[in-house]
């Protein structure tokens, strides 16, 4: 009887301090290697722009992988890399909603994703139904930031190039320890109805009255005298007007977007790992914005 005793103590110590009796976590984030995500949820946003909810495990205890992550993410603006596995071939997104999930319940990463018309990836993950498994290798820091580092952040963003400040300023205005950092956002669409982050943008700068501002332009279709959304593209005149102020002691400007718009803006960022920023031209080089004080995702 006592060995019976001794026998299920130790199995429930085993329980609680190993995941030994622990059904297996499916699809975790690793910075290290791929691992197939499961997709839980999609809506489309418009017509070739789909937010895409993809499940992330977690075990009771995070293990290596978790903690690898969680640094990764704890450091800055962070991406992942998403494979279509059918052509071996990956791109990179950035995740604008981030549930690391309870002890060992599951999170999810959202995706916001745009469909080009010849596009490999964006194409795939257009494709993919909800049940369906996706690889994807990350968090990937893109851009290190640490609370209270700059007192201002000047973004200019285009389409789903508004993903990176999205993630960025919720985890800035969110945070305790970031009281003072000011952020001015630029935001450019085709159409008004492109701008998908606009209402959750509105809602956080309601939340956090003078530290977010954003002026939205759009192309086509910004009706006349409506003072929300403005005609137009980031170009000289609107990102001269949100840089004004802009001090390259203590204030940083962040470019995403479309090619045509970061040539106009700050230059192309030259393709490939390792490639590094390419120098500053455009718009900023001709405001005379520092090219160190400029970062292109
Ligand atoms: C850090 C980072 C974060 C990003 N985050 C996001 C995000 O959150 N959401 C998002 O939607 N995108 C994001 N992107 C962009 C994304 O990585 C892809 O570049 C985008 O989805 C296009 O990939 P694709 O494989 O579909 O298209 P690609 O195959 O790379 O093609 C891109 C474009 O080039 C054209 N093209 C392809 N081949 C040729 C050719 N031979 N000749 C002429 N034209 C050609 C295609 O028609 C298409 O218009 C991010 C990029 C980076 C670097």
């Known amino acids: 009887m006592e060995a019976v005793g001794a026998a299920a103590a130790a199995a429930y110590a085993l329980h609680l301090f190993t995941d030994v009796f622990e059904p297996a976590v499916e699809g975790r984030l690793d910075p290290a290697r791929y691992t197939p995500l499961t997709l839980v949820e999609r809506e489309a946003l418009t017509a070739d722009t789909a937010r895409l909810r993809f499940r992330v495990g977690r075990p009771r205890r995070p293990g290596a992988?978790?903690?690898?992550?969680?640094?990764?993410?704890?450091?800055?603006?962070?991406a992942v890399d998403?494979?279509?596995?059918?052509?071996?071939?990956?791109?990179?997104?950035?995740?604008?909603?981030?549930?690391?999930?309870?002890?060992?319940?599951?999170?999810?990463?959202?995706?916001?994703v745009k469909r080009y018309a010849g596009g490999s990836v964006s194409r795939f993950l257009h494709g993919t139904r909800v049940g369906d498994q996706v690889e994807v290798r990350?968090?990937?820091?893109?851009?290190?930031?640490?609370?209270?580092?700059?007192?201002?952040?000047f973004m200019v963003a285009g389409g789903t190039g508004a993903a990176p400040m999205v993630q960025l300023a919720e985890r800035i205005l969110g945070d305790p320890a970031d009281t003072a950092t000011r952020i001015s956002l630029l935001y450019g669409a085709q159409t008004p109805a492109d701008l998908v982050f606009r209402g959750r943008l509105d809602?956080?700068?309601?939340?956090?009255?003078?530290?977010?501002?954003?002026?939205?332009v759009a192309e086509r279709g910004a009706p006349a005298g409506q003072p929300?959304?403005?005609?137009?593209?980031?170009?000289?005149?609107?990102?001269?007007?949100?840089?004004?102020?802009?001090?390259?002691?203590?204030?940083?400007?962040?470019?995403?977007?479309?090619?045509?718009?970061?040539?106009a803006v700050c230059g192309v960022r030259p393709v490939g790992v390792g490639r590094g920023q390419g120098p500053l031209r455009g718009a900023l080089r001709d405001l005379g914005v520092e090219p160190a004080s400029v970062f292109k995702f």
Do not use: N
């Open 203 to 216: 809602a956080l700068a309601a939340r956090h009255a003078g530290r977010l501002d954003v002026a939205y």
């Open 82 to 112: 998403v494979k279509d596995h059918l052509v071996q071939t990956f791109r990179t997104y950035t995740p604008v909603g981030w549930e690391p999930g309870g002890p060992g319940g599951p999170g999810c990463i959202d995706l916001v």
């Open 65 to 78: 992988a978790e903690q690898a992550a969680d640094a990764v993410v704890a450091q800055g603006a962070w």
């Open 228 to 263: 929300l959304v403005q005609a137009g593209r980031p170009d000289a005149a609107s990102v001269g007007a949100l840089v004004r102020g802009f001090d390259a002691a203590t204030d940083a400007v962040l470019v995403c977007g479309p090619e045509p718009m970061m040539a």
């Open 138 to 153: 990350g968090p990937i820091l893109t851009w290190p930031y640490a609370a209270g580092r700059y007192r201002r952040l």
